[in-house]
């Protein structure tokens, strides 16, 4: 027979290591489900605040900074409405805070963009009569107005409002009169060409157009001519003509300040001995726009030779 003090002593040694084992596992493994659970639960976080009601109603056209022609003064205006959302107005301000209200439109009907169907309204009235039919008023040229759409939420209790968007009517354009029209076409058509390249009708193309000429005496037989102009003119090219009974001669000029062209004309000594010294003289600008020559207008001298006095001996 075995001796059982011997039997003893192997049995603690088997057992040892799955003792060991044990605490290991216990210290590695996570607790199961049969684990103690807490007794407190924690506090659910407060749900979100509902977000304030909004319109969802899609602006279609026009899009935002429109022109519209100035004889255009009801444009249709069209956007999409939601479901259960039904349309109100749209309203026409003055600002971009649409506190200044200036009209509104509430006769809805289908309007087409982009080849599909959506509501559109172009009825602008400012209020209602006492039938409760709208007054309506077309829109100005040379403003700008914005404008959204008013909806009734489900409930119909309430408003609800979309994006604003601007659009602008823009202004008449200024027609030229009949006196501009007249002198754009004065010297072309109607008369013997003495007024062509005249005033006004030089400057519509040539951007040049005289003031005034004079001329004024330096001594006996000098004198001094000045032509004023407005315009941009190139004195390298320009003259002033002088003629009488003598023949024709020119004077180049030269800048005498600011929009002058200045010279100095010395009688030649045929014209000297003219019994009557009738001369005519006339400016001939050369424009640096086009290169048109703009004539001023023609100015006629008579000059006399200064009567000298004998002197006077006061012995």
């Given at each position: 027979m075995d001796n059982p003090a011997s039997t003893a002593r192997h049995a603690r040694r088997?057992?040892?290591?799955?003792?060991?084992?044990?605490?290991?596992?216990?210290?590695?493994?996570?607790?199961?489900?049969?684990?103690?659970?807490?007794?407190?639960?924690?506090?659910?976080?407060?749900?979100?605040?509902?977000?304030?009601?909004?319109?969802?109603?899609?602006?279609?056209?026009?899009?935002?900074?429109?022109?519209?022609?100035?004889?255009?003064?009801?444009?249709?205006?069209?956007?999409?409405?939601?479901?259960?959302?039904?349309?109100?107005?749209?309203?026409?301000?003055?600002?971009?805070?649409?506190?200044?209200?200036?009209?509104?439109?509430?006769?809805?009907?289908?309007?087409?963009?982009?080849?599909?169907?959506?509501?559109?309204?172009?009825?602008?009235?400012?209020?209602?009569?006492?039938?409760?039919?709208?007054q309506l008023l077309a829109l100005e040229p040379g403003k700008v107005y914005y404008w959204q759409v008013v909806t009734k939420d489900a409930a119909g209790t309430g408003e609800l409002k979309t994006a604003v968007r601007s659009f602008a009517i823009d202004a008449e354009p200024t027609q030229a009169s009949v006196g501009a029209i007249s002198d754009q076409v004065h010297g072309t058509a109607f008369d013997d060409g003495t007024q062509l390249n005249l005033g006004a009708a030089a400057f519509v193309n040539s951007k040049v157009r005289t003031t005034g000429i004079a001329s004024s005496r330096l001594s006996t037989y000098a004198f001094r001519i000045r032509a004023t102009h407005v315009g941009l003119v190139d004195y390298t090219r320009s003259y002033i003509k002088v003629t009488s009974a003598a023949g024709t001669h020119y004077l180049k000029v030269a800048s005498a300040g600011k929009l002058t062209a200045g010279t100095v004309w010395r009688l030649t000594a045929s014209e000297r001995r003219l019994r009557t010294k009738r001369f005519t003289y006339q400016a001939f600008l050369r424009s640096k726009h086009n290169g048109a020559m703009v004539r001023s207008q023609l100015r006629v001298v008579l000059i006399r030779t200064p009567v000298s006095h004998p002197q006077v001996n006061p012995d």
């Open positions: 088997l057992a040892a290591p799955f003792a060991l084992v044990a605490v290991v596992v216990l210290l590695v493994l996570p607790a199961h489900s049969w684990a103690t659970e807490p007794t407190a639960t924690s506090t659910p976080a407060p749900a979100a605040a509902a977000p304030a009601p909004t319109s969802t109603a899609t602006l279609v056209d026009p899009a935002e900074g429109t022109h519209f022609d100035h004889l255009e003064l009801a444009p249709m205006l069209q956007f999409d409405p939601v479901k259960d959302q039904t349309p109100k107005w749209i309203l026409l301000a003055s600002d971009a805070g649409m506190t200044q209200t200036v009209r509104y439109c509430r006769q809805f009907v289908w309007a087409t963009f982009g080849g599909a169907y959506h509501w559109g309204c172009n009825k602008w009235a400012t209020g209602a009569d006492q039938f409760g039919n709208d």
